[in-house]
């Protein structure tokens, strides 16, 4: 098969943005967002075997890495020849960029793309704090930077109820945040090292993020 397919990861601390502007290149562009932590909920939510395996997200813990691994090579393999595909929370270790590797040397997907989404601490921690989204179709939200336009209901849906994230409290922010630092960062330096690396300023307007995401991705 040949190399047609494309896959751009995203990197960068719980709070980002990257989910936000990964659904805005799907919308737009077509490209397919693959969120590991959106699967894992969703999993947990279903009771599943890999949801019992995944129940320390609610805590802010990293689900293990061949658990991890498993459910996106499955996802990988189940996509057509011609997708564009991206990456949102996955690689965050470096033993799942290395067995991402092993995954591209089998020569359906290609690496196009890393981009590092930069941003302080202090922001982060205020985004993700208000952050909520619809329970039934999953637009996502913020208390002070993206209300709905009829305060209560949904824009997208018209539903009427909306939840918060477990892992979104303070505390449990700490601990995600240090784990992204100590586990995830590391990997900006390994795929730095094969030429990959772009970096964009995660702290500008949404609507400029998106702007300089797709100057980048979208050829
Ligand atoms: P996210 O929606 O990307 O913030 O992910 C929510 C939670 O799911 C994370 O805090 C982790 O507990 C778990 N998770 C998501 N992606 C991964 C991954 N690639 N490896 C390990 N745990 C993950």
């Known amino acids: 098969m040949s190399k047609q397919n494309v896959i751009v990861i995203l990197l960068g ?11 805005r290149m799907q919308e737009r ?3 397919i967002q693959l969120s590991t932590g959106e699967m894992l909920r969703a999993e947990v939510a279903a009771g599943s075997q890999i949801g019992e ?3 320390g997200i609610d805590v802010g813990k990293l689900v293990s890495d061949n658990v991890i691994v498993e459910m996106i090579a499955k996802e990988l393999s189940a996509q057509d020849n011609t ?5 949102d929370g996955f690689p965050r270790t470096l033993p799942q960029a290395k067995a991402l590797g092993e995954l591209l040397d089998r020569g359906v997907f ?3 793309h890393v981009i590092e989404f930069k941003i302080h601490e202090e922001t982060l921690i205020r985004r ?3 952050r909520y989204s619809c329970s039934v179709c999953n637009q996502g939200y913020h208390d002070e930077f993206e209300k709905p336009v009829i305060q209560g209901v949904c824009d997208n849906c018209g539903n009427r109820k909306f939840l918060r994230r477990l892992d979104d409290r303070e505390g ?9 630092y100590e586990l995830t960062a590391p990997i900006i330096e390994y795929y730095n090292n094969k030429g990959l690396v772009s ?13 300089d995401l797709e100057a980048v991705i979208i050829h």
């Open 53 to 55: 395996q995944a129940k």
């Open 172 to 180: 449990t922010i700490r601990l995600r945040l240090s784990e992204y």
């Open 13 to 23: 601390p719980p709070g980002a943005g990257k989910g936000t502007q990964a659904k």
């Open 199 to 211: 970096s964009i300023d995660a702290m500008l307007d949404l609507d400029v993020v998106t702007k």
């Open 128 to 130: 993700i704090v208000g």
């Open 110 to 112: 290609s690496l196009r």
């Open 29 to 31: 562009h077509g490209i």
């Open 83 to 87: 997708s564009k595909v991206i990456l």
